[in-house]
């Protein structure tokens, strides 16, 4: 039997929007922080006031871009979500101020949100249900890719050649995104009427509920996740491996493209049971070796096993959210998940911060290895205890049915 088509047009038209998408947040995450204390004089805490009000903007936005789908259409949210991305990339010239920057930034935020949003929509849309598992892997690993490059290209760019070039490079990447998502081409679904629309909306539907356990035990894993993110580099400093902090996430990355192509076949093939469990303890076994990491070699094995556990469990958790939705709440519920799971990592950012102030980064990780374990347990709870009730109510319901 052949398996229905997975590489598409479409499908890598949209995974190279979401790399382009996330490309241009990463090269902006590391380095705006540093332009507002370097250029803009601020203080610190203003600075860092520059991811804060552009997640929190994302997060705001994601399920009024959730709920717009479902009566505008996908296409029409991700282009013009797109527009508003692009158009703020050009805004980043002009300010001189602090403040400035974080319109320019809550701008951004918006229409980071609404497009994320829309390509996580469209991209499940697209893959076959038979493949949905091995087709969002490979789709994440796009974000994946832009997380190892974009600090890179960030980096290089205001070391090398100023603020300006790092600009427009933001801008050629954001219209870069622009162009492979207007490639997508997607069929026309019937709209319900201007009426209905009117009388359904609500700050109820903003959120889908199916998604929301799911959506919680990724957010509370985010936190751990959000400490890798922030302090990761600092910690490799501390332990006397400054020289090789960069190739943290490039091995991440590395052992997430080997390991994809078993990974997503497993989850379609098996569920979600059988490789969310393994890949949790994975992840907090791949804490505890970071933890203890002294050598190149302990430091960059706990990269891969985490990229093999973490790197996986997110993509899982977000088909899961998607599978559990009908398919016109397929929008509601990529936003509901992405906003839960951000929530988590701005609020980890936060309270990581706060908790490193208090010890030492080795301690941090050992700590948060023993942490990623009751995950374990909240993934039980929270999905598998509440599939199985559902599984066996569903089998006396047909054997009622049978019987009468």
Sequence with gaps: MNKPKLWTKD???????????????????VTLP???????????????LMTTVFLLSAIVSRPLAGQWMERAGNKKVLLTALIIF??????????????????VRLLHGIGFGMATTAVGTIVADLIP???????????????NMAMVMGPFVGLLAIQQWGAK??????????????????????????????????????FRNLFEASAVP???????????????????????NEIHLASVSSLFFVVYAIVLLLSRPFTG???????????????????????????????????????????????????????????????????????????????????????????AAKMDYSSLYFYCSFY???????????????????AKLETQQSSRVQEI
């Design 11 to 29: 499908f890598i038209s949209v995974s190279l929007s979401n790399f382009f998408l996330f490309l241009t947040f990463y090269i902006l995450l």
């Design 34 to 48: 540093s332009y507002a204390l370097d250029e803009l004089h601020s203080s610190a805490s203003q600075a860092g």
């Design 86 to 103: 692009a158009a703020a990339s050009l805004f980043y010239f002009f300010p001189k101020t602090i403040t400035g920057f974080l319109v």
């Design 129 to 143: 249900a038979a493949r949905r598992g091995e087709g969002m892997g490979y789709f994440v690993m796009s974000t």
């Design 165 to 202: 070039i790092l600009f427009i490079l933001s801008v050629i990447v954001a219209i870069a995104s622009l162009i492979t998502g207007l490639s997508v081409k997607l069929t026309k679904t019937e709209q319900p009427n201007q009426i209905e629309v009117l009388s359904s909306f609500s």
């Design 214 to 236: 799911i959506a919680v035990v990724g957010s509370f894993l985010a936190i751990v996740y959000s400490a890798l993110l922030s302090f990761v580099s600092i910690y490799a």
């Design 265 to 355: 076949k497993w989850l379609d093939q098996f569920g979600p049971n059988v490789i969310s469990y393994p890949c949790l303890v994975l992840f907090a076994f791949g804490m505890f070796i970071l933890s203890q990491s002294g050598s190149v070699v302990t430091f960059l094995l706990s990269a891969g096993l985490i990229g093999l556990g973490w790197g996986t469990l997110f993509p899982t958790f977000q088909t899961i959210a998607i599978q559990d939705a009908a398919p016109r709440k397929r929008g509601l519920a990529t936003a509901t998940f992405l906003s839960i799971y951000d929530i988590g990592i701005a609020l980890g950012s936060f309270l990581v911060g706060l908790i």
């Design 372 to 390: 990623v374990l009751i995950g374990v347990v909240l993934f039980y709870f929270l999905h598998t205890k509440k599939k199985n009730a559902s």
